[in-house]
């Protein structure tokens, strides 16, 4: 599994984490393990990390049912990810590339997704209410069940 380096980038930035935010343990269990279900990572400052793993390698980061909410993951790569179930509200993917990525059941609700890609990723049964789309192309997508801004359901690929 691919290494990560997240924790030394969040380190070397001098940031510490914030008074009610993140755990820095969560942060470290996901630079060790790609992994970290259900961790609180709220308001940690992600943007730009490098989440995909080493080609051929058969492994996913997995950041199911994880608190991303806040969290600045602008630019990021999530290629192939796994955030079933992740609280992403308010958090500003803009630019992020998340294709394939699973976000089934998450919450993306008031999240900035400007400009990120999401080519074959699944967000059925997600919540983008009042979630910046502008500038997607959603058309290979799954969107089933999925309640789109405007507070309506949208049922593509079910």
Excluded: W
Excluded at 62 to 86: E, R
Excluded at 113 to 133: I, P
């Amino acid at each position: 599994m691919k290494r990560l380096l997240i924790a030394a980038s969040l380190l070397a930035s001098g940031l510490p984490p914030p008074a009610q935010g993140y755990d820095p343990a969560d942060l470290a269990m996901l630079d060790v393990n790609g992994m970290c279900d259900a961790c609180d990572l709220s308001g940690a400052d992600l943007a730009g990390v490098d989440l995909t793993l080493v080609p051929g390698d058969d492994d996913i980061v997995v950041l199911a049912k994880a608190d991303l909410s806040g969290a600045n993951l602008s630019s990021a790569v999530f290629d192939h990810a796994d955030f079933s179930g992740a609280n992403l509200s308010q958090a500003d993917l803009s630019k992020a590339r998340l294709a394939g990525a699973k976000l089934k059941n998450a919450n993306l609700t008031g999240a900035n997704l400007t400009g990120a890609r999401l080519a074959g990723a699944n967000l059925s049964d997600a919540t983008l209410m009042d979630t910046n789309l502008s500038g997607l192309d959603l058309s290979n997508t799954l969107l089933c069940r999925t309640t789109m801004p405007g507070d309506y359901r949208e049922n593509r690929g079910c």
